[in-house]
Nanobody, 124 residues
């Protein structure tokens, strides 16, 4: 089992920045790729970004490419999402997730572990 806890969400004005963190605990010695998803009110959860087990491969959805950066902290298996140039349409609950394997995935079905989410609100 892997437990994931997100932090760093909050309220920010459009154009501002936030850094989300995801602390992983439990069986973190196994191989996991990790990712971020988000869910806006009345919308389905959508893929944001994913990173391979080694951190060498990163993949982004088109709507965050160039603005968001996913990375692994120095503490093994801890994850971050640096969000710059935020827009009101980025408002959502952001979820950290982990999946067994070494590559990356954009599919929610490939992730077996999820955090509770952290709210990000971007005002115009």
């Amino acid at each position: 089992q892997v437990q994931l806890v997100e932090s760093g969400g909050g309220l920010v004005q459009a154009g501002g920045s936030l850094r989300l963190s995801c602390a992983a605990s439990g069986r973190t010695g196994s191989n996991y790729f990790m990712g971020w998803f988000r869910q806006a009110p009345a919308k389905e959860r959508q893929f944001v970004a994913s990173i391979s087990r080694s951190g060498g491969i990163r993949y982004y959805s088109d709507f965050v490419k160039g603005r968001f950066t996913i990375g692994r902290e120095k503490v093994e298996n801890n994850l971050y999402l640096q969000m710059n140039s935020l827009k009101p349409e980025d408002t959502a609950i952001y979820y950290c997730a982990a999946g067994s394997g070494t590559y990356y995935s954009t599919s929610q079905e490939q992730y077996g572990y999820w955090g509770q989410g952290t709210q990000v609100t971007v005002s115009s």
